[in-house]
């Protein structure tokens, strides 16, 4: 390229008008950015936070507060632990199983946990993997069977995470989710959303799009979610949960307005915060004192005493141990009914576990189990009304005895637990079998002497019947379909029910439960199920299961304007290069009207041309891939917050300035003095016009796609 080119180029005052305004632009994004981030709430705080004492939690600040917190009266307060190996990605990863997941649950059970909280990911159910649902039941039956209470909160699908969906897709999908595993666990608790600043990143547009983090969405999104959980288990408690650090840092909160809406919505049970420290408590105080509940109880659905990697550090054993200890007083303190313990993998050891330790891996015990035990056993436990009698009024009722003392216990009223459960003898009639009702289960439905696992209110009743006669126990799965009536030969009765009668076939015509067919029949003792037909040679039970039918994968499936948001790239960068060849056409000097563009070059000129060219194909090629990067490193840095995610904004906004300086330049002072026959062009300038402007264009569709995403998460519907 000659000097008198150049210059030419660099004094029209187009160009530098246009390289100004630029400039001006490129800052203002910055600048733009920079504002965002200001006002930017998310799930672990904005990136610039403010009124909140940011400092590690200590032994020695816990004895400072203790006494203040410990003057609280005492209350029980329901102890709940995170099931780790059934959370989240966790069943799919090698190495864990039902086995495992199996001896975390032991594990916390051992623990003093009352409640089993499972972050439950719908991953399973959008693929329809049968495996993996067939596991997932299997694990929330043994939390049954164990005598807990299950806790869900919705932890959305991994899918989100690398595919965003638009708000309205979101929506829909996270009603068609809850809706589902709610009709198909009944779980006692059920925290709808999980911080509203958690799901962020699983929605297109963030952070530009207003919409994501409307409060008013996220109102009318819980308010739809509390009515379809409510609608298929009305049992259920069902609550939100917000991260306390998030309340008061920074400017106006997100997190604040939407707690407190949930104040007075109408059919949500508990608010729940989510505490990791020193600064989620003060914010939690502070709430609490200037806002209150409105009658919501007061949950702590997420709690340790830090988080992150540090959570591993063996060192933070003794300070682990006193939080535990100290953080039931401030629950108390706090007038909180229970608490989600969440890194419950410290309780067997300081390592997370891999998929070569899986199986091993909750077999070890920590020093933090043992104050967790020592906790749980000093706080209370929930009690419960259950009512336990017999079938036959000559017959008393069964005895009830606990097992951690052999003490006997009320039969009115039972704390969540196991109890010894044994049916006396009765003149003239001989013991057939338990049948139960409610939030309780029996070990072995036929055995006298069994175990009463107690995890909310609940009927037991054991079925006696004349000598010469035959009971049979009737037992319904899950609670909700109870009332389905079943008629075994002509005689029928409700789930938890019982039927007298002689050897011999029978029709078997299981209830009908809504919404929810019938998925098998389980028979044991001495009858048998074969379709249809009950077969009764002695004492014996049916226990009939129902399922909800899973959403089929179209309800479920990603929108299109998601992949408009992919396509939109590589088609601007088309269309811009077909802009730019009609321009050059049309402002191509008469002597050159229908010539190549390449036609007045020649030699290394030529060459150097079709290497200029050439690189701006590369950057067509190679945008989509660099530009989804830099999109994912700008989310990143909002998602972190503090000093390191306000660092990577304004580095990457500074980056994509510079890559947007350096390609105009490349084009300005190298490609069209060429392309408009006013100079020469050598390789070597050409090459290093290839890799500079190359990047540029790289930064520059990673700008088109943040904005493409952005538009393509308007309020549609899915096709």
Request: net charge negative; aromatic share 10%; proline share 7%.
């Amino acid at each position: 390229m000659n000097s008198a080119a150049a210059s030419e180029v660099v004094r029209r005052p187009a160009s530098f008008s246009a390289m100004v305004g630029l400039t001006v632009s490129c800052i203002a994004l910055t600048l733009g950015a920079l504002g965002l981030a200001v006002v930017q709430p998310d799930a672990t705080g904005q990136l610039f936070p403010g009124n909140c004492t940011y400092e590690p939690l200590t032994t020695s600040w816990l004895d400072q507060q203790s006494p203040t917190w410990a003057a609280a009266r005492s209350l029980p307060i329901a102890t709940g632990e995170l099931l780790q190996a059934a959370s989240y990605g966790n069943p799919e990863t090698p190495g864990d199983s039902l086995a495992t997941m199996q001896a975390d649950l032991a594990m916390l059970r051992a623990s003093g946990a009352q409640v089993i909280r499972i972050d439950l990911n719908f991953q399973p159910w959008l693929e329809q993997n049968a495996s993996l649902i067939a596991e997932m039941e299997a694990i929330v039956h043994q939390v049954r069977v164990d005598g807990l209470q299950l806790m869900i909160a919705d932890s959305a699908s991994e899918t989100y995470w690398h595919h965003p969906l638009a708000w309205s897709s979101f929506a829909n999908a996270a009603v068609e989710r809850e809706g589902t595993l709610a009709a198909l666990f009944h779980p006692d608790y059920y925290v709808v959303v999980k911080e509203p600043g958690w799901y962020y990143p699983m929605i297109a547009g963030y952070p530009l799009d207003p919409t994501v983090e409307s409060v008013t969405n996220w109102v009318d999104l819980t308010q739809q979610l509390i009515s379809t959980v409510r609608a298929v288990s009305p049992s259920t408690q069902i609550g939100v949960a917000v991260a306390a650090a998030s309340l008061y840092s920074g400017g106006p909160s997100t997190s604040l307005s939407y707690l407190e809406s949930m104040r007075n919505m109408p059919g949500l049970d508990f608010l729940g915060f989510d505490i990791y420290g020193v600064c989620d408590m003060e914010n939690t105080v502070r709430f609490l004192s200037q806002e209150g509940t409105g009658g919501k109880a007061i949950w702590v659905p997420e709690a340790w005493s830090s988080s992150g990697s540090g959570v591993y550090d063996p060192s933070q054993s003794s300070v682990d141990v006193q939080w535990v200890e100290d953080f039931y007083e401030f629950l108390n303190y706090i007038g909180a009914r229970g608490v989600g313990l969440f890194y419950t993998d410290v309780l067997a050891q300081f390592a997370p576990p891999s998929a070569s330790s899986w199986t091993s891996y909750y077999s070890e015990r920590t020093p933090v189990f043992y104050g967790v035990q020592n906790a749980t056993d000093s706080a209370g436990r929930l009690s419960f009304p259950v009512h336990a009698g017999s079938t036959s009024s000559n017959c008393p009722s069964p005895t009830i005895a606990s097992l951690r003392n052999n003490s006997s216990s009320s039969i009115n009223q039972l704390p969540a637990g196991e109890f010894s459960l044994q049916a006396t003898s009765c003149q003239g009639y001989v013991f057939q079998a338990w049948t139960f009702q409610g939030d309780v289960a029996v070990s072995s439905s036929m055995a006298p002497v069994a175990i009463l696992s107690v995890y909310g209110p609940g009927n037991v009743t054991a079925v006696y019947a004349p000598a010469n006669s035959v009971g049979i126990a009737v037992i319904v799965y899950p609670a909700s379909c109870a009332s389905a009536a079943t008629s075994v030969g002509g005689s029928s009765t409700q789930g938890g029910g019982y039927l007298i009668l002689g050897h011999g076939t029978y029709v078997l015509a299981p209830g009908n439960c809504p919404e929810e067919p019938l998925a098998q029949v389980v028979t044991s003792g001495n009858v048998s199920e074969h379709q249809g037909s009950l077969s009764v040679h002695g004492p014996g039970a049916i226990v009939l299961v129902y399922s909800p039918v899973a959403p089929s994968a179209e309800l479920l499936s990603l929108p299109w304007s998601l992949g408009l948001g992919v396509l939109l790239p590589p088609l601007l960068v088309v269309m811009g290069a077909l802009a730019a060849l009609v321009w050059d056409r049309r402002h191509r000097p008469p002597s050159r009207k229908g010539a190549s563009p390449l036609s007045p070059l020649r030699g290394k000129s030529r060459r150097a041309g079709r290497w200029a060219l050439g690189g701006f194909f590369v950057q067509a090629v190679t945008a989509i891939v660099v530009g989804l990067s830099l999109l994912r490193w700008w989310v990143n840095g909002y998602s972190l917050g503090g000093v390191l995610g306000a660092t990577l904004v304004v580095l990457g906004e500074a980056i994509l300035m510079v890559f947007v300086l350096l390609l105009y330049l490349a084009w300005t002072r190298l490609i069209s003095p060429v392309r408009q026959g006013g100079g020469e062009m050598s390789p070597k300038a050409a090459r290093w016009m290839v890799v500079v402007g190359g990047f540029a264009g790289l930064g520059i569709a990673g700008l088109l796609y943040f904005l493409a995403v952005r538009s393509a998460a308007s309020d549609r519907s899915p096709p």
